[in-house]
């Protein structure tokens, strides 16, 4: 690493953070390049105030590259904003840079300042907005993930457990068996009352998980709606997808200058791999892979529940494509749509008038299904504004007022 340059105050530089839990290391270069000075800080809300303090001491920042805006970097981030400073994202430096150079906080911190200079790291972070729906959709998914090992445990405790106890609970449904668990009482020799009694505490933990699970979900589905109800009124997104989709966004979506821009982000855009005289694509393993879980859920849905995408899946079909072909091309459109509903106010038709009309006329939820040939679920979930469908509910706004 070379050593300081002669900087005179108040010319442009550019900083870079590299960020920890407990630490940030803040380096200053000049607009060539050049090493001005680094120094390390504390985390905290003073720690971060003295970092800014000392990178505008050096001259007029041009741009700040920090590593993990997010995560570790999140408090500099929000002080260098308030400072009105530029904040680019910086991913971490490559393998191959860095068995070259090394690693060291110092090392890192530079490179992060360089990324700023030359324009390799240019994204805006994300801001703050959405931090509440990523902590209630990260606790939502932690609670899944314990009640599926909790419901593991039962069945392979059950696989080894006396004759008697697998006998009588090994053949039961999950939620029947769940119930059953939880109600029992443990007795019998030691071996028998051991195993009940582990079984009855690992059922009562997955109805207290599944508990938790349902009350996190109505908060976030709330919480949601609130900050979009247009994605969150797209056929096929639910609470838990809409939630990944913002989160992968930000709560600025305007950082993503295109859709083809966020599809990439998402890993729903082909990526060139053309050589000599071939031209083609191939499928991206890139990106975020929640979100584009998230978008293959909402295929899925899509494939199974809306009429338009049930007759492009046709025509596809016909035209020779494999499913996985057809779900790729569906991700895609899916992030085109996405994309508008995060950019643009999207306006959703109200609903609220429609249950107080029908109940006004005294038809029953049989009645109106039957008359549109759908499931006395699909009318109340439109209703409640669960599932969104313009056209039937504009049809049914019309039979009511007709009837």
Partial sequence: MTGPVTHAPGETVFGGVDSHADTIHLAVITDHGGHVADAKFPTGQAGCTAAVAFLTAHGTVAAVGVEGTA?????????????????VEVNRPDRAERRRIGKSDPIDAYAAARAALSGRA?????????????????????????RTAALNQITHILITAPESVRTRYGTLKTAERTDALARLRPAGDAIHTAVLTALKSLARRVKDLTAEHQALTKALD??????????????????????????????????????????????????????????RHRLSRGGDRAANAALYRIALVRMSSDSRTREYV??????????????????????????????????????????????????????VANHFGVWPATISTLERGIRRDDDLANAYRDWLTAA
């Fill in 122 to 146: 240019d994204s805006a972070p994300k801001d703050d907005t959405v931090s509440g729906i990523r902590a209630l959709h990260n606790t939502a998914r932690s609670a899944v993930k314990a």
């Fill in 71 to 87: 995560s570790y970097g999140a408090g500099f981030t929000r002080a260098a904003r308030r400072a009105g400073l530029t904040v």
């Fill in 222 to 279: 709330d919480l949601v709606s609130a900050h979009n109800p247009g994605l969150r009124a797209a056929h096929g997104v639910g609470p838990d997808t809409a939630a990944q989709l913002l989160i992968t966004a930000g709560g600025n979506p305007e950082r993503l200058r295109t859709e083809a821009a966020f599809a990439a982000l998402c890993g729903a855009a082909p990526v060139p791999a053309s050589s000599g005289r071939t031209n």
């Fill in 314 to 367: 046709a025509r596809q079909t016909a035209a020779g494509r494999t499913k996985k072909e057809i779900i790729r091309l569906l991700k895609r459109a899916i992030a085109r749509e996405v994309f508008r509903c995060l950019t643009t106010t999207v306006t959703v038709p109200g609903i609220a008038d429609l249950r107080p009309l029908r109940q006004s006329k005294n038809i029953t939820l049989t009645a």
